[in-house]
Nanobody
Framework: QVQLVESGGGLVQAGGSLRLSCAAS????????MGWFRQAPGKEREFVAS????????YYADSVKGRFTIFRDNAKNTVYLQMNSLKPEDTAVYYC?????????????????WGQGTQVTVSS
C-alpha cells in the first residue's frame, strides 16, 4: 500500500505562487498515475490536475489551466504542483492522490489512495 504525504501549503497573496509536494512511499512510484484535488469549505472535492506514470501526459481543470503545472520526479518518488497567479478562489485543502488506473483520471472514484491534505489560503 502506498502512503502519500503533502507539503508546501501556506498563506499567499493573490498573484503569488506556491509549490506543493507529495512524497510517496510503500510502492513503486513509477507504477502509479498521480493527481491533485482540492476541497474548499462547503464544497465537494474537485479535480485539479493529473499526470501519467512517465510524466508525459498531464491534464488540468479549466479553472487552473495556464496557471498550475503538475510534474513528477520518479527518482525522488515525488509529484509536484506548481501554482502561479494564485487567486482567492484557489483557497482550499489540496490533496495528493494515486491510482493504478489508466486514462483521463479526473474523478474522485478513479483514485485509490489519498494524502492527508495541505491547506492553501490566498488572500485578496
Amino acid at each position: 500500500q502506498v502512503q502519500l504525504v503533502e507539503s508546501g501549503g501556506g498563506l499567499v497573496q493573490a498573484g503569488g505562487s506556491l509549490r506543493l509536494s507529495c512524497a510517496a512511499s510503500g510502492r513503486t512510484f513509477s507504477s502509479l498515475a498521480m493527481g491533485w484535488f482540492r476541497q474548499a469549505p462547503g464544497k465537494e472535492r474537485e479535480f485539479v490536475a493529473s499526470i501519467s506514470r512517465s510524466g508525459g501526459r498531464t491534464y488540468y481543470a479549466d479553472s487552473v489551466k495556464g496557471r498550475f503545472t503538475i510534474f513528477r520526479d520518479n527518482a525522488k518518488n515525488t509529484v509536484y504542483l506548481q501554482m502561479n497567479s494564485l487567486k482567492p478562489e484557489d483557497t482550499a485543502v489540496y490533496y495528493c492522490t494515486a491510482t493504478t488506473r489508466y486514462g483521463f483520471l479526473h474523478l474522485v472514484g478513479d483514485y485509490d489512495v489519498w494524502g492527508q491534505g495541505t491547506q492553501v489560503t490566498v488572500s485578496s
